[in-house]
């Protein structure tokens, strides 16, 4: 919770350029767990209200895809020493949104 609360207070910012929305939560996870990997915290709860990402983050076979940014993160999941990933409906996300804007 506070990796997720200096995020939302510091702000989150990367140019990816012109991309669709998996990708961009794709380098969302990616980057925040590479901040909690380098700031020692290794019990982990990534919240995404896109059930896409939720869904490819925790196929089985996501380490051999061939989409980059998924391997990736299969990598930070071997090395957490624990890390759930959960689908939060846009609903129940929208105080987090209302902040966030």
Do not use: C
Not at 14 to 26: C, H, K, P, Q, Y
Not at 71 to 81: E, L, S, V
């Amino acid at each position: 919770m506070i990796l997720g609360l200096t995020m939302l207070i510091l702000g989150y910012g990367r140019n990816i350029g012109f991309s669709d929305a998996l990708t961009v939560e794709l380098w969302a996870i990616h980057d925040g767990l590479e901040l909690a990997w380098n700031n020692d915290f290794l019990n982990l709860q990534v919240r995404s209200d896109y059930a896409m990402t939720i869904s490819l983050v925790t196929n089985p076979n996501v380490a051999n895809s061939s989409h980059v940014l998924e391997r990736a993160i299969a990598t930070f999941r071997r090395h957490a020493r624990s890390l759930e990933f959960i689908w939060v409906s846009r609903e129940i996300n929208r105080p987090t949104d209302s902040l966030t804007k």
